[in-house]
Each structure stands twice: as C-alpha cells, then as structure tokens.
C-alpha cells in the first residue's frame, strides 16, 4: 500500500520559517517525483514545489526565493523548506508522488497522495 503522510505544518508569524515532511511508504523516490500543492480556502490547488527522481527541481513564483525543496531518499523523505513565510501561504499542504514524472506546475500525473498538513500564517 503506499502512503504518504505530511508533517511539520503549524502556525508561525508573518517572516518565519516552517519545514514540511512528506514520509513516502510503498514507493521509492528513485522513480517517484514528488510535489508540494497548497490549498487555500475558497481556492483552487496549487503547485507549489516538486522534486524529480533526477533531482531537478520546480518552483511556483509566489514562492521562489523563499522555499527549498530536498529529498532524502534513504529515509524516503522529501522536506519542503519554508523560509520568510507571507499570511498568503496559509493553506492545507499536500504531497504527491507520480511515476517518473517531470516535475510541472500542475498535478496532471500525479497518483498518490498525502492527506495533507495545514500552515497557518498570522500578521
């Protein structure tokens, strides 16, 4: 059965930092791509950041320059790291995993998902 299941989600100020977890089981990250999406209530899903089994990466531009994505696949693990973090970044985060995927802004490919973790940002 694969599973992925969030972590690090919470509330934090205008400016501070939070890193999500996404634990995969069932899947390797070898061959698995793996996407962060965000969804804020009243709004449609988001691509926010993905991590290609080659190790290219992608980034939304309201978050470029702010966020980092990483993978550890010994620990089948992929953090998203979230630095200077604006009110507009609350939402539900999700993780995603697709097959041999090249990473894209959008979900099309994506076959499992995580149930998410909520961040909450305060001014």
């Known amino acids: 059965e694969v599973q992925l299941v969030e972590s690090g989600g919470g509330l934090v100020q205008t400016g501070g930092s939070l890193r999500l977890s996404c634990l995969v089981s069932g899947i390797t990250l070898d061959d698995h791509a793996i996407g962060w999406f965000r969804q804020a209530p009243g709004k449609e899903r988001e691509g926010v950041s993905c991590?290609?089994?080659?190790?290219?990466?992608y980034f939304a531009d309201s978050v470029r320059g702010r966020f980092t994505i990483a993978s550890d696949n010994a620990k089948n693990t992929v953090y998203l790291q979230m630095n200077n973090l604006k009110t507009e970044d609350t939402a539900t985060y999700y993780c995603a995993a697709g097959w041999r995927m090249v990473c894209r802004p959008d979900d099309a490919g994506m076959q499992y998902w995580g149930k998410g973790t909520p961040v909450t940002v305060s001014s």
């Open positions: 991590i290609s089994s080659d190790g290219s990466r």
